[in-house]
T-cell receptor
Framework: NAGVTQTPKFQVLKTGQSMTLQCAQD?????MYWYRQDPGMGLRLIYY???????DKGEVPNGYNVSRLNKREFSLRLESAAPSQTSVYFC?????????????FGSGTQLSVL | RKEVEQDPGPFNVPEGATVAFNCTYS??????FFWYRQDCRKEPKLLMS???SGNEDGRFTAQLNRASQYISLLIRDSKLSDSATYLC????????????FGKGTKLSVKP
């Protein structure tokens, strides 16, 4: 099992450009998440999907859109990138609520917006 | 009180030392708590889960104090490989999917 795979690992954009971060998990998890991590800010939730067909906003959704394409895939789109979106992005998945759940993270995407 | 608050450190300790981190949380309804470890430029990975008063796994002990709303992580006999940032994670009440991450405590173990 590959776990959670996210692409690309690195990306440089110019202000105003668009891009989609891809995420896929092969653990048959129901819930998937997109986080961003900035120095001194910790991990902040952008969007999450509790199950296939549903998506919900997290703490910092402005400037982003998501698509839960199927149970495996959850993509994050920046329609018009801004320098404030320079960050490290992590996709994660877990089986669902309740005790014993564990978040599995992808290896991250370093995004720079110039 | 902030939703999740941790001492950012850094904690600089010699090998073999015992070190403890605290994490305070505001949601008194939270039932489960987690400590994640994050190495530099890597993804976070689950270190320990805490459901009742505490949990022990080898050199690591996590304790929960519901009355004072804090959890702690104790590392005994520190190894160089323990150097990392330790993230306290608390579920946000009412939402299945939402976990709140602390900003992390950085630990540096020196020879």
């Amino acid at each position: 099992n590959a776990g959670v795979t996210q692409t690309p690992k690195f990306q440089v954009l110019k202000t105003g450009q668009s891009m989609t971060l891809q995420c896929a998990q092969d653990m048959n998890h129901n819930s998937m998440y997109w986080y961003r991590q900035d120095p001194g800010m910790g991990l902040r939730l952008i969007y999450y999907s509790a199950s296939e067909g549903t998506t919900d906003k997290g703490e910092v959704p402005n400037g982003y859109n998501v698509s839960r394409l199927n149970k495996r895939e959850f993509s994050l789109r920046l329609e018009s990138a801004a320098p404030s979106q320079t960050s490290v992005y992590f996709c994660a998945s877990r089986d669902g609520g309740g005790r014993g759940e564990k978040l599995f993270f992808g290896s991250g995407t370093q995004l720079s917006v110039l | 009180r902030k939703e999740v608050e941790q001492d950012p450190g850094p904690f600089n300790v010699p090998e073999g030392a015992t070190v403890a981190f605290n994490c305070t949380y505001s949601n008194s309804a939270s039932q489960s708590f987690f400590w994640y470890r994050q190495d530099c430029r890597k993804e976070p990975k689950l270190l320990m889960s805490v459901y009742s008063s505490g949990n022990e796994d080898g050199r690591f002990t996590a304790q929960l104090n519901r009355a004072s709303q804090y959890i702690s992580l104790l590392i005994r006999d520190s190894k160089l490989s323990d150097s990392a940032t330790y993230l306290c994670v608390v579920p946000r009440g009412g939402s299945q999917g939402n976990l709140i991450f602390g900003k992390g405590t950085k630990l540096s173990v020196k020879p």
